[in-house]
């Protein structure tokens, strides 16, 4: 199965500010997924990014708020912006492979 | 679109009791189906999966799963629990090359 490498693994950020999250998988994907868990709670899939294309997001999510890049078929950002408090959770990556589906290893964020 | 619920938030159990976690999913189109383990502060980590053939699928750390489309269930059991075993289970569906929903998620404690 895949391995995906996910960046940064923390962080803790002011409230209005923005920060991008890296996922590099090992080998070339059509789909890349991120996800969203909040404290105590599910994850719940904010957008699917395929390369070449704009991102396809989830009904509460919007563009403007949660920008995905996706340069590549190995390669995708998400960014949380103008975050506040709310936006305090875990968010991980994901594809999709012969196996099943890989997850990153999770960026925890904490706006304070 | 698919869906999946978890009816249990919570299920305490005895260690070395059997267990078994209830998952209903819905979905209008034929299904792929897993369930992931959490443990406290660590990443998402595969126990099973049903993508076709035998409707008995055995998974990791012991447990199995029985996928009933009479039902639209895929309960995971298994037969003799461990301290170990504490963590949050997940129940998620995929129509398969698509987006991978997830359940609430039920938080299995297991008791000495």
């Known amino acids: 199965s895949a391995v995906i490498s996910q960046k940064p693994s923390r962080d803790i950020c002011q409230r209005g500010t923005s920060l991008t999250i890296q996922c590099q998988v090992d080998s070339q994907v059509t789909m890349m997924f991120w996800y969203r868990q909040q404290p105590g709670q599910s994850l719940t899939l904010i957008a699917t990014?395929?390369?070449?294309?704009?991102?396809?997001?989830e009904s509460g999510f919007v563009i403007d708020k949660f920008p995905i890049s996706r340069p590549n078929l190995t390669f995708s950002t998400l960014t949380v912006s103008n975050m506040s408090p709310e936006d305090s959770s875990i968010y991980l990556c994901?594809?999709?492979?012969?196996?099943?589906?890989?997850f990153g290893s999770g960026t925890r964020l904490t706006v304070v | 679109a698919q869906s999946v619920t978890q009816l249990d938030s919570q299920v305490p159990v005895f260690e070395e009791a059997p267990v078994e976690l209830r998952c209903n999913y819905s979905?209008?189109?034929?299904?792929?189906l897993f369930w992931y383990v959490q443990y406290p502060n660590q990443g998402l980590q595969l126990l099973l999966k049903?993508?076709?053939?035998?409707?008995l699928v055995k998974g990791i750390n012991g447990f199995e799963a029985e996928f009933n489309k009479s039902q639209t269930s895929f309960h995971l059991r298994k037969p003799s629990v461990h301290i170990s075993d504490t963590a949050e289970y997940f129940c998620a569906v995929s129509g398969g090359a698509d987006k991978l929903i997830f359940g609430t998620g039920t938080r299995l404690q297991v008791f000495p």
């Open positions: 049903y993508l076709s053939g035998s409707t």
């Open positions: 994901s594809v999709e492979g012969l196996d099943g589906y890989t």
């Open positions: 990014a395929n390369q070449g294309s704009e991102a396809t997001y």
């Open positions: 979905s209008s189109v034929s299904v792929y």
